[in-house]
């Protein structure tokens, strides 16, 4: 699922093939990153430290099923009428 370039990085591979980006083209990476998300109106929730497959050139990214499986359950639980929250990514 993965390989490892010179410079260390892994980049996200998939049925023996790398994946690259939808938007651009580039190499999709293995990254930890901060990502912002709105659930309503006025409802933000920021993942601190989420796993992701991303883009170094537009930042575009991919969670895989089970970051995603996770995110989606951490998001069933979020107060829906704070304004902001911000929470840690726990696998």
């Not at 998939?14 to 930890?32: A, K, L, P, Q, S």
């Not at 537009?58 to 951490?74: F, G, L, P, Q």
Request: glycine content about 8%.
């Amino acid at each position: 699922m993965f390989q490892t370039r010179a410079s260390g990085r892994k980049i996200f591979e998939y049925g023996g093939r790398i994946m690259n980006c939808r938007t651009c083209g580039g190499t999709m990476e293995e990254r930890v990153t901060d990502l912002p998300l709105k659930l309503g109106e006025s409802s933000i929730v920021i993942l601190k430290g989420l796993p992701v497959f991303q883009c170094p050139h537009c930042n575009e990214y991919v969670m895989s099923d089970t970051v995603m499986a996770r995110v989606e359950k951490i998001l069933s639980c979020v107060d829906r009428t704070a304004e902001l929250e911000i929470i840690r990514y726990a696998a």
